[in-house]
């Protein structure tokens, strides 16, 4: 019975010598060991660091689009599928209006015609200016800022007031300041505007959008009859907002149809969002991560070689060690697994570190300033879980070497 108790107990204690041994022989090689552990430490460290910049890129796209608008929805003329003699099919406010009509989770839509005009501004200069006709509804879709002033509001689209909103930029250029240029005149034809607003896009667009550094937006019922045929109201372009971001795709789909049923077979028309635009952004965003990851993995791989080395070193000096300790019982399992949890410590230890460095890089940008860098625990996880299998990995090499030296020679080793 004592002999039975002994052996069930004696695996325990083995594994409590096996650590304390790992901890004195560190102890004893503080030097040696925690240049050995630099290298696990910028790895693992890099690993969580690469995983925030990744995640930072990605939440750094999408809230562009979305402040562009991730509800948006376009639809365009492209043209006719062959070559004809008969007037363009453009689009109408009829379109928009039977849309509105036909297709549910619509929360806002707007005309958009544009103008290349030269227009008299500022004392009689001249100035080339694209004059946007929109609805009052184009702040929500687009989701501008009004920096000064006001938008137009549906008051004034209905009285065809001749009234305009000015980019910030250019009202900054043309009159020192967003405030001067309120109630400024410019002369659109023969029409004197009045400057009520300026504004600005939620996000820079470079140009890349409809707006440009020198757009003015004017009520599209005004607009219209600078047209060649007034008569008719076309537009370029149709904006619209769904109530929510998971109604775009079936809207766009919707639109698309109530368009195409109004006009020729052989007339081509586009309804687009953003939705493919998030994607390109969410895979670009990943991607990069990835190959970010691929380069942390290669310095913990060489962190891991350096554990190796050290530990092959280690066992080289500790011979005589190795079989005075076979010399009073201990086995080769035992023995094994000291040089094992040795190179587990060293790489745990780093690697902990590491995560510690990693994470208090992130949660220091958040705390000193207005950035919420999105932190991933799962990186966290990954690192330790990691810095275990590349102790385990590089250690098990110098573990067996040191498990199966022979007991007699190594003590006459010298």
Not at 83 to 96: A, E, G, N
Request: avoid cysteine; proline fraction near 3%; glycine fraction near 8%.
């Amino acid at each position: 019975m004592h002999t039975t108790l002994s052996e069930r107990r004696r695996p325990y204690l083995a594994v409590g010598e096996i650590v304390g041994f790992a901890y004195s022989t560190f102890m004893t090689n503080k030097v040696r060991f925690t240049l050995t552990a630099l290298g696990m430490v910028i790895g693992t460290a890099s690993l969580i660091l690469v995983t925030t910049i990744g995640l930072t890129g990605k939440q750094y796209l999408l809230n562009q689009i979305q402040a562009i608008g991730s509800n948006w929805i376009y639809a365009d003329y492209e043209g006719a599928t062959h070559v004809t003699k008969t007037p363009k099919d453009s689009l109408t406010i009829d379109d928009m209006q039977a849309v509105l009509d036909q297709v549910s989770g619509i929360a806002y839509a707007s005309p958009v015609e544009t103008l290349q005009e030269r227009v008299v501004v500022n004392g009689g200069k001249e100035r080339d200016l694209q004059i946007i006709g929109v609805s009052p509804d184009y702040e929500h879709v687009r989701n501008i800022i009004v920096v000064t002033g006001r938008f137009f509001d549906q008051q004034d689209y209905q009285a065809h007031n001749k009234i305009g909103v000015m980019l910030s930029k250019l009202a900054t250029q043309l009159y020192g300041s967003d405030r001067e240029a309120l109630g400024k005149t410019i002369k659109l034809g023969d029409l004197p505007f009045t400057i009520i607003g300026t504004f600005q896009e939620r996000v820079d667009t470079f140009g890349e959008s409809e707006v440009t550094d020198n757009t003015v937006l004017i009520p599209y019922s005004v607009i219209r009859y600078f047209q060649e045929v007034p008569e008719i109201p076309t537009v370029k372009h149709i904006y619209f907002s769904t109530t929510d971001a998971s109604q775009v795709v079936p809207v766009t789909a919707q639109v698309q149809r109530v368009i195409e049923s109004r006009h020729r077979p052989d007339s081509v028309y586009t309804v687009r969002n953003l939705t493919q635009l998030v994607s390109v952004a969410d895979k670009t965003a990943t991607a990069m991560t990835m190959v970010l990851l691929a380069v942390s993995t290669v310095v913990l791989l060489v962190s891991g070689i350096g554990i190796m080395n050290i530990m092959l070193s280690t066992v080289s000096a500790r011979i005589r060690e190795i079989g005075i300790r076979k010399a009073v019982g201990a086995t080769n399992r035992e023995i094994r697994y000291q040089f094992l949890s040795e190179a587990i410590l060293i790489a745990l230890t780093g690697g902990i570190i590491g995560i510690i460095i990693g994470l208090a890089i992130p949660f220091s940008v958040r705390y000193f300033t207005e950035f919420r860098i999105p932190i991933s625990g799962l990186s966290a996880i990954i690192a330790i879980v990691v810095s275990s299998l590349v102790g385990i990995l590089f250690g098990t090499i110098p573990a067996a070497r040191a498990a199966q030296l022979d007991p007699v020679e190594s003590l006459r080793y010298e």
